[in-house]
C-alpha cells in the first residue's frame, strides 16, 4: 500500500480531509491534531478548497458575504458583496487565488440588471466591478499564473426572443478582469441540456479540468494553446456528481451520491482511459456518508466533505 498523509477539516455538518494522491486500495486514517474554524456552514453552499484557502459564501445576509479562511483555520476576509444602484444581489460562485484575491460572480436584480463579475483585495476591499453580459458564469478557479477562468452560458436580452447562438462554454479572464479568450463550443456536447449546469471546473499550472453532466464526461483544457486535450467518460448518473478536484500532479478526482445515503469516490485512471472507485472507508465512514463530497485540491491533496458535526483540522497518517 502506498503511503499517504492528509489534513482533515470538519465544519459544523460537513468535514474536511485532504489526503496525497492515493492507491485505490489505500486506507486513510485520521489522527490527533485539531484546529476550530470559527462559522457554520448549515444551510449555505458548500465550500469550496482552493489555493489554500476555504472559501465560502452566504446568500442569506443582505448584502451577500463572502468569506475566507486560511491554512490554520483563522478567518482572513469577511466582505459584503455590494454592486451599485442594485437592490438584491445574488452570489453564484466564488474563487481564490494563490495570493488571497478573490473573485464573486452572480446576478443583480431590482434598480439594475445584470450579471457580474467583482474582484476583492486579500484584505476584503472592492477592486473591481465587471459586467459580463451577455454571459453569465456558473464555475470559477484562478490558474496559477493568476488569470481566471469560468464556465459560462450566454443570456438573451431580457424581454427579447432571441435565440441562444452557439458559444464557447469555457473564459479565461486576465488580472485586471478584462475577457481574454474563450474555448469549447456549446454544440460540442449533446443534448438539450446546457453543458455549465450543475458543473465543476479546476485550474492547475498547465491545464483546465471541466466535468458536465450534460454528455457526463471530464474535459481537460491546456492553458497554453487553449485547446482540449482529453475527454473522459464518468460511468454514473450524471446529476449526481457533487465535486471535482484536480491535484498539481494531474490527478482527477469526482465525488458522487450514488444512493440518498451512499456517496462514492472516482478516480481519473488514465492509463485505461476511465474512471475507477476510490476506497475512502478509513476516511468517510459508512453512515457519515450521506453528503460526502470532494471539494477541491491544495498541491497533491484532496479536500473531501462529509457530515461529521463541529470544526476541526486533523492530519492523517
Known sequence: MKATKAVLFICGGISFSFAQDVALSARLVLADEQIRVPFRFENKPI???????????????????????????????????????????????????????????????????????????????????????????????????????AAARYIPTPGTSEPEPDHDVIRQYGLDGSFLRSMVARSSFPGQRHPIQLSFLCASADRVGFYSPASSEWLEIATSSGQVTGRWKVVDNPTRVKGAAMTAAGGVYLSTQTQPRAASFLKLDRAAGRFVSLDISGVVPTAERAFAAVLGADGNQLGLATTLPDIVWASVQ
Open 47 to 149: 465550500p469550496k478548497w482552493q489555493n489554500g484557502f476555504v472559501i465560502a459564501y452566504d446568500n442569506e445576509t443582505v448584502p451577500p458575504h463572502v468569506f475566507l479562511f486560511d491554512r490554520s483555520g483563522r478567518i482572513a476576509v469577511d466582505a459584503p458583496i455590494s454592486i451599485p444602484e442594485a437592490h438584491q444581489v445574488m452570489v453564484m460562485d466564488v474563487a481564490v487565488s494563490s495570493t488571497g484575491r478573490i473573485a464573486v460572480t452572480g446576478s443583480v436584480t431590482a434598480g439594475v440588471e445584470g450579471t457580474f463579475l467583482v474582484f476583492v483585495s486579500p484584505n476584503g476591499k472592492t477592486e473591481k466591478m465587471v459586467r459580463t453580459a451577455p454571459f453569465a458564469l456558473a464555475r470559477m478557479s484562478f490558474s496559477s499564473d493568476g488569470t481566471l477562468w
